[in-house]
Nanobody, 126 residues
């Protein structure tokens, strides 16, 4: 059984930075696109960023473009989300997920992701 575990969340001030990690155990997702989603209280889960199965292509939501960077290691064991210039509206539980299908560059629909981590809380506040 393959599992995803997020870490790195916490409380930061506006303008600060955090780096989230998502580690796979029991296997790898080296042939699958990986993505980050987030869900704030009272809101639907939303797409944040995706990286292709090869790591050669990334795409960000407009709300985080220029501030967040997604990356992955070569073996598909770990995915990262570097978050800079954080805003209060970035406050949410952040989830990593693996595409249900192999060999794709990346999709934004959460229903296309079959493997999910437990989530890590990010709170941006003064």
């Amino acid at each position: 059984q393959v599992q995803l575990v997020e870490s790195g969340g916490g409380l930061v001030q506006p303008g600060g930075s955090l780096r989230l990690s998502c580690a796979a155990s029991g296997g790898t997702f080296s042939s699958h696109a990986m993505a980050w989603f987030r869900q704030a209280p009272g809101k639907e889960r939303e797409f944040v960023a995706v990286i292709s199965w090869s790591g050669g292509s990334t795409s960000n939501a407009d709300s985080v473009k220029g501030r967040f960077t997604i990356s992955r290691d070569n073996r598909g064991n770990t995915v990262y989300l570097q978050m800079n210039s954080l805003k209060p509206e970035d406050t949410a539980v952040y989830y990593c997920a693996a595409d249900s299908h192999a060999w794709r560059f990346g999709v934004r629909d959460p229903s296309e992701y079959g493997y999910w981590g437990q989530g890590t809380q990010v709170t941006v506040s003064s």
